[in-house]
């Protein structure tokens, strides 16, 4: 079992930033995979970006491509989203993920990943 923790969600203006952290606990080895998903309200949730876990192999979507960076503290169990030059569109619940699967299996497939945190609310608006 497997137990993710989200911070650092908040509200902020176009162009500002924010860092999201996610916490794992539990049985941790097995994890190869975590990314950051988010939903916005009507809207199907999407993969925003996935690292490998060790490697440190990163995966964006197109959307935050040069916007977002996604990286690992082994030491801490944590990963974390920078995000810069946000926009209106980035506003949504972002949601941390695992699984056993390497990402470069679907890493954006969001019935592949096994745990799941409560999600954190970033809101971009003026």
């Known amino acids: 079992q497997v137990k993710l923790v989200e911070s650092g969600g908040g509200s902020v203006q176009p162009g500002g930033s924010l860092r999201l952290s996610c916490v794992a606990s539990g049985y941790t080895d097995g994890s190869n995979c975590m990314a950051w998903f988010r939903q916005a309200p009507g809207k199907e949730r999407e993969g925003v970006a996935g690292?490998?876990?060790?490697?440190?192999?990163?995966y964006y979507a197109d959307s935050v491509k040069g916007r977002f960076t996604i990286s690992q503290d082994n030491r801490k169990n944590t990963v974390y989203l920078q995000m810069n030059n946000l926009k209106p569109e980035d506003t949504a619940m972002y949601y941390c993920a695992s699984k056993n699967e390497y990402c470069r299996h679907s890493w954006r497939d969001r019935a592949r990943y096994k745990y799941w945190g409560q999600g954190t609310q970033v809101t971009v608006s003026s």
């Open positions: 690292i490998a876990i060790g490697p440190g192999r990163t």
